[in-house]
């Protein structure tokens, strides 16, 4: 096990480019497994194959690349909202309010009637990625 903390802090995109390579080069040829901490989703984002969001010290969202592709994360006005926020919360407990928006992300396994009633609002939606994971959880 090989722990990095921010090894891309302060470094240039070609030094970047030049780790990522090393860390799948080892991590191929040598089975290693590597625990790496960043701020720097855009960087880690093609390393990662489970991905841990810490608040105050404390894991609070914890799940596989494969996971997070099944994630769709969505910014709705509240006013705009089919449901009320209660409702949403049953059926998706990561729902925060921001300002006038709320955000949250939504499996697409779990397929519900209030689920496809938001899907089809002027909602956007895109797929998750670990930055909206960080925005909601972080």
Known sequence: LVILD??????DQENTRQIVKLIRQLNKDYNTAFLITSHSFD???ALYSRLCILKNGEIVSQLTRQEL???VFFRIRETELPITFDELIRIAPSAQRDDDDVLFV???DQQSHDFNKIAGTSSSQ????PKDLYELFG
Do not use: K, Q
């Open 126 to 129: 895109r797929p998750a990625t």
């Open 43 to 45: 960087d880690v984002g």
């Open 106 to 108: 939504v499996s697409t």
């Open 69 to 71: 592709e099944r994630l």
């Open 6 to 11: 921010e090894p891309f802090n302060s470094i």
